[in-house]
């Protein structure tokens, strides 16, 4: 057997691609497709490969889109940017940083390329946001016969409405048009509180923060709370000094998180001692920055993650039942629980699609037997129609996911019009989308 010469961020997904593509422009990932098409063979498109599903596997064709990875037009008055499919999103948020623009809502890390992060319905936390993809104005798609399609909500909205959050299924994206806003900042208060208060106050934090999430620390009583806001017009501000940036995200974040990871591997009776470690060492603390800078945090410690929305009325009666099996069953977990909150938007595929939603992700380091967790928390999920999220592991299919979504037959029929012969399916696909 060959060795795999591809994998992912979470190193449980590889693939050996029969083919690897770097197509330069839309014209040439068009002629790759309808080649592909007329011999039968599949193509997939690879972002930064940081799905924990199989989203990106490919074993025929690997499309790579990291030639395609400027911002090809940017109207800094309307804030209407179209971008390269391949564009990293650190790189974006830095170009648009230097002409006055900020991406209105980001996640936790910038690795991802664009059309990766849409395509998987990459969010962060805001409870009049939506995810990344609800910042689309228009696509320019490969379909699946080799043709290039430009659309926007009004041409072809089935297509647009399906595409936005479309798991690579739709077509492959060659490039997206954004509305970004002009360049704002964010002040970020940190602070640990006891989860009883967070719970509690949780609809008051969610509502009275444009930005709010916590990361509640299995086995303890503490939650870390984020809450992101713009600063009032005027109010005195300060940036944090780079040694606490550094002591933070690199030394407590990273650093000293990977150690303690270690040892509770060996010494799993140690986690509920050294998670309330975790929880106090990450002390509060404030400053303000540009946008980018506040959602974004450096992940180096290896992880594997689910995560689900559900309802929004429904996530913190999900987060005790979670927090309620953790502490009957006999499973130590080493990981916080991020819990943030999303806007219901009108992409068929997304997980906030028509209900206003409340995210709860779960993970366990790389080393460990995520599965009983994951599969309780799954179970969780699904008394209240939780919908997973496309790029975190999980164990649903078709037959299940067409009844958590209102419009999945409707994009399962675009996806008939748009590659009825399946090019741009894989494993996963079959699984989610069913054949
Ligand atoms: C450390 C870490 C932190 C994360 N934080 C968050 C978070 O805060 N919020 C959140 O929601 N998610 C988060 N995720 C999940 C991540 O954002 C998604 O899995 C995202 O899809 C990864 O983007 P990627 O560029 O790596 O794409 P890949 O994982 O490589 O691909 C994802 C999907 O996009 C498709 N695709 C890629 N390019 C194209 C294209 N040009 N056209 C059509 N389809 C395409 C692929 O085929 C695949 O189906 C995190 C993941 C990790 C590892």
Redesign the pocket.
């Known amino acids: 057997m060959t060795s795999p010469t591809w994998q992912?961020?979470?190193r449980n997904q590889t693939a050996s691609p029969r083919e690897v593509a770097r197509p330069a422009d839309a014209a040439a990932v068009a002629d790759l497709v309808g080649r592909a098409a007329a011999d039968g063979r599949k193509v997939?498109?690879?972002?930064?490969?940081?799905?924990?599903t199989a989203?990106?596997v490919a074993s025929d064709i690997q499309l790579r889109?990291d030639r395609l990875d400027r911002v090809m037009s940017a109207d800094v008055s309307t804030g209407l940017v179209t971008v390269g499919?391949?564009m990293p999103l650190h790189r974006l948020n830095a170009e648009l940083d230097a002409i006055g623009l900020s991406m209105t809502n980001l996640?936790?890390?910038d690795?991802?390329?664009i059309?990766?992060?849409v395509?998987?319905?990459?969010?962060?936390t805001g409870e009049k946001l939506g995810?990344i993809a609800t910042q689309i104005r228009g696509l320019q798609l490969v379909l699946g016969n080799g043709s290039i399609a430009e659309i926007d909500r009004t041409t072809d909205t089935d297509l647009f409405n399906a595409a936005r959050v479309?798991?690579?299924a739709f077509?492959?994206?060659?490039a997206i048009t954004l509305q970004c806003e002009p360049r704002f900042e964010l002040t970020a208060v940190e602070e640990p509180m006891p989860i009883e208060r967070v719970i509690d106050e949780f609809d008051a934090l969610a509502d009275g923060n444009e930005h709010f999430e916590f990361y509640w620390f299995p086995h303890t009583d503490v939650a870390l709370t984020k809450r992101n806001n713009r600063p009032a017009e005027g109010a005195a501000t300060h940036r944090l000094p780079r040694w606490r940036e550094w002591l933070d995200d690199e030394v407590l974040s990273n650093g000293l998180f990977e150690l303690i990871q270690r040892y509770e591997h060996r010494r799993p009776a140690s986690i509920p001692r050294l998670n309330g470690l975790s929880a106090t060492t990450l002390s509060a603390r404030s400053f303000t920055d540009v946008s980018h800078r506040v959602f974004v945090s450096p992940?180096r410690v290896r992880f594997r993650?689910m995560?689900y929305a559900v309802p929004r009325s429904e996530i913190v009666n999900v987060f005790r039942e979670v927090r309620s099996w953790i502490q009957r069953s006999s499973t130590t977990i080493s990981f916080p629980i991020e819990v943030r909150v999303a806007a219901a938007d009108d992409i068929w595929l997304s997980t906030a699609s028509g209900r206003d939603s409340g995210y709860l992700a779960v993970h366990q380091w790389h080393r460990v037997d995520y599965e009983p967790y994951f599969r309780a928390v799954e179970a969780i999920a699904g008394q209240v129609v939780g919908r997973p999220?496309?790029?975190?592991l999980h164990w649903l299919d078709a037959e299940t996911l067409r009844d958590r979504y209102p419009s999945f037959a409707d994009a399962m029929r675009v996806r008939d019009r748009v590659d009825p012969h399946r090019v741009f399916s894989n494993a996963?696909t079959r699984q989610i989308f069913g054949d």
């Open positions: 992912n961020w979470g997939r498109a690879v972002g930064s490969g940081h799905s924990f989203a990106a889109l499919a391949g996640g936790d890390i690795a991802q390329t059309s990766g992060a395509s998987t319905g990459t969010h962060g995810g479309g798991v690579g077509g492959v994206i060659t992940r993650e995560e999220h496309w790029g975190k996963y």
